[in-house]
């Protein structure tokens, strides 16, 4: 430094930042021989926070105002010094302006697919990427943690690791949440909540805050996205037979607009229309509008039935009404079928005892 910057040194009382970049975080105030003048003025703008340093040791903090350097304003650093009843002299300490405003359009996102489990798809691979806003909340941590004796600190220089850390607590978000993939676009608010949350814990001892985080997008490997595709085409389209006769239909009006007409392209038509045949039968067989085949008739039970001591059957119930029409079977007698656990008197049994109620009574003799 020339004599000249030190005579003007010497003459500057008045200590501010104006910042006119746009990553700045932390500037250190240049100060020849770090000599301040008692009765300096400090000058704190919005968006701004001063910190002082003597001897290595952070001092005092200043908000947003304008101050008056003087053992009443500087309470932490005269007791340092051991100042009890003022100075009148300059006194040697570092002055650093640390930038509070909002870094936004901070990019993040996934360098490496990361695996998830996946109910209707099994194992996928999805990407992320995003951006995040951030801002120094605690001015003393920031400087004692992150800035040291660095005289002008870019956010550039803590960006790379806040962006790895952010992308290795997305996967526990993601996971936490249990997401199905095809509904993770209607989530995007929901599990960037939940990574804010868990990356604070992480940005809290540097004394950093997440003041945005937003997720752009979460994509599945090229593969996947194009099978997702052909599965919705095919929704889509519904009736394949239909969708194959209209297909049909339009060709034929396009070759009759040729030179060759119908003729010219019959033999063409007619194996593409085989094709179409055979293609056409067998989605119409995976086709789930298809309705499923009949349930098998079901069959009556039989009954073995006690006649004079002597086990007959099995009988099935038109046989049992026809018997009990003839007087071969009453209500005492005893019947038997699967599923039951012993010899049954047959009304008692529901499946026989309305059977009695359908028998005609007797006809009265003539007299």
């Known amino acids: 430094m020339g004599l000249w910057d030190k005579l003007i040194n010497e003459l500057i009382d008045i200590i501010e930042w104006t910042d006119d970049s746009r990553d700045t975080m932390v500037w250190r105030f240049p100060r020849y021989q770090n000599e301040i003048k008692y009765g300096a003025k400090l000058v704190v703008r919005e968006g701004q926070a001063a910190a002082f340093v003597n001897e290595g040791r952070l001092a005092d903090v200043y908000v947003p105002g304008t101050y008056t350097l003087t053992t009443q304003n500087m309470p932490i650093l005269t007791t340092l010094r051991g100042w009890k009843y003022g100075f009148n002299s300059p006194f040697k300490a570092e002055a650093y302006f640390v930038n509070t405003r909002m870094f936004t359009d901070r990019k993040w996102g996934t360098k490496n697919p990361i695996m998830m489990r996946d109910a209707e798809f099994g194992m996928v691979r999805v990407r992320a990427f995003g951006t995040f806003a951030i801002r120094v909340k605690d001015v003393a941590k920031f400087i004692r943690q992150i800035v040291g004796t660095d ?23 993601v ?23 868990r990356i604070q814990a992480d940005f809290d001892p540097m004394g950093i805050e997440v003041a945005l985080l937003a997720i752009e997008n979460i994509s599945l490997p090229p593969e996947v996205e ?20 209209y297909q049909t239909a339009q060709a034929i009006g396009d070759a009759a607009k040729n030179q060759g007409g119908v003729a010219g392209v019959g033999a063409g038509l007619g194996a593409g229309m085989a094709m179409a045949g055979q293609m056409a039968g067998a989605m119409g067989q995976m086709n789930s509008q298809s309705p499923p085949p009949p349930p098998p008739i079901p069959q009556q039970a039989a009954f073995f039935v006690a006649a004079n001591g002597q086990q007959t059957g099995p009988f099935d119930v038109a046989a049992i009404q026809q018997r009990i029409g003839n007087g071969q079977i009453t209500r005492q007698t005893l019947v038997w079928r699967t599923g039951m656990a012993q010899w049954t008197a047959a009304e008692s049994v529901q499946e026989l005892a309305t059977l009695f109620g359908q028998v005609p009574p007797p006809i009265p003799s003539s007299k």
């Open 151 to 173: 005289q002008h600190f870019t956010v550039e220089e803590i960006g790379d690791q806040l962006r790895d850390l952010l992308v290795a607590r997305f996967a526990d978000a």
């Open 175 to 197: 996971a936490q949440a249990k997401i199905p993939v095809l509904d993770l676009a209607a989530k995007y608010t929901e599990i960037g909540d939940q990574l804010r949350g």
């Open 226 to 245: 194009g099978a997702i595709d052909k599965r919705t085409s095919m929704g889509v389209i519904g009736n394949m037979g239909a969708f194959t006769q």
